[in-house]
């Protein structure tokens, strides 16, 4: 890889492709790079710095740990998904499972065990599906075989929940921001960091419960715009008081429906608009997808602990079914901040089991 001369700065564009081809090369050369190069060059794509060698001689070996099985897995090259390095690729799964995620459901009454109330829990109001907006009117809407609300432009950019467990915040927000754009035609990107800080209970950066989200939202009057009540990744103080209701980002109550697993009652939902779910994000290739369609175990959902928000569906040429999901981990992680998941083969991490959304209803 000696350097081309260049007579010229006409050049400048080749210079620019050659640099590109070189980078190329060298990444997909990478796995036979030592350890601890690669490890130096993640450092240095990501801007990671470590406070001493021994924090960086611990976070080496769990580097090299996660690098070890998104190469077997890419080596391998039998699944319907790849998996890539990416800011996460230095954590622990205890790490990053108890720092990204932060789904809870319902909140459980105070002295009683998460066993005692998983037990003794019914889901407060199962949706009566007949009632969804898709079936407003009493018939069925055309269900399209593929939808994706980034294309009808009702899907903000891609955020980041950094290392707070708000995912409920932003999944409420998403879907929140769809319905917006749909009923007025607006794209307005809403603060999250509102959410986080005024849903109050037990609502926090340790988790939370999407439907306490969208009933502050709906009480809200109107989040505010994202740029006017900035993320941190911290909760803070209620600041709504200080601000007016944004009236042009209003909603009404919100809904949330028990599914059971039917995706086709998803579907439907989605139909109508973004939808925020939970599912289980415990599998280590979550945190690793990079492209394809991504398939967890059977047991997968059993567990949920993270939530999104599905922006639409679709097939892809091989006829693999799939969810298209808006995560909140930046555009560093999936794709640009996405992931296909498996429809219709029960390998979806239980995204068809509870979903949330708010509705245009005074
Ligand atoms: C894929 O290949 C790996 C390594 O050969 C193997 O351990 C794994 O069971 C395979 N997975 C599937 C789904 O076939
Ligand atoms: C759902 O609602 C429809 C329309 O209101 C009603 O006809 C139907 O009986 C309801 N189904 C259930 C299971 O309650």
Not at 14 to 43: G, I, K, N, Q, Y
Not at 108 to 124: A, I, M, S, Y
Not at 140 to 168: I, L
Request: proline residues 4%; aromatic residues 10%.
């Amino acid at each position: 890889m000696a350097p081309i001369p260049i007579l010229s700065c006409l050049c400048g564009a080749l210079l620019l492709l050659v640099f590109v081809v070189a980078a190329v090369v060298v990444d997909a050369t990478a796995p036979s790079l030592s350890l601890a190069a690669r490890h130096e060059r993640w450092m240095a794509k990501f801007g990671r710095a470590y406070t001493d060698a021994d924090e960086k001689s611990r976070r080496r070996e769990v580097f090299a740990a996660n690098v070890q099985h998104v190469d077997a897995v890419n080596r391998a090259g039998n699944l319907t998904y790849t998996l890539g390095l990416n800011q996460f690729s230095d954590l622990t799964d205890h790490e990053f499972l108890e720092t990204h995620l932060g789904y809870r459901y319902q909140l459980r009454p105070e002295g009683q065990t998460d066993d005692e109330f998983l037990k003794g829990n019914t889901p407060v109001a199962p949706v009566n599906m007949s009632k969804a907006p898709a079936l407003r009117n009493g018939q069925f809407r055309y269900m399209p075989d593929s939808v994706d609300w980034r294309t009808q432009g009702a899907v903000t950019e891609v955020k980041n929940q950094r290392f707070c467990g708000s995912c409920w915040a932003f999944a409420a927000v998403a879907a929140t921001e769809g319905l917006v754009k749909i009923g007025t035609g607006n794209l307005i990107s809403m603060s999250e960091q509102q959410v986080l800080d005024c849903t109050g209970g037990t609502n926090t950066c340790s988790g939370g419960d999407i439907n306490a989200a969208l009933r502050y939202v709906a009480a809200s009057g109107g989040l505010q715009p994202e740029a006017a009540y900035a993320y941190s990744g911290q909760q803070g103080a209620c600041r709504s008081g200080g601000v007016r209701p944004n009236s042009a980002a209003s909603v009404g109550a919100p809904r949330w429906a028990r599914l059971y697993g039917d995706e086709g009652a998803l579907q439907e939902l989605a139909a109508s608009q973004p939808v925020a779910v939970a599912l289980e994000a415990t599998d280590p290739d979550f945190r690793h997808y990079r492209s394809g369609v991504y398939a967890g175990s059977s047991s997968c959902g059993q567990r949920l602990n993270h939530a999104v928000t599905v922006v639409g569906y679709g097939a892809d040429g091989g006829g693999q079914q799939y969810w298209v999901l808006k995560n909140q981990w930046g555009t560093g992680w999936g794709k640009g901040g996405y992931m296909r998941v498996a429809r219709g083969n029960g390998a979806n991490c239980g995204i068809a089991t509870y979903a949330y959304y708010p509705t245009m209803d005074s």
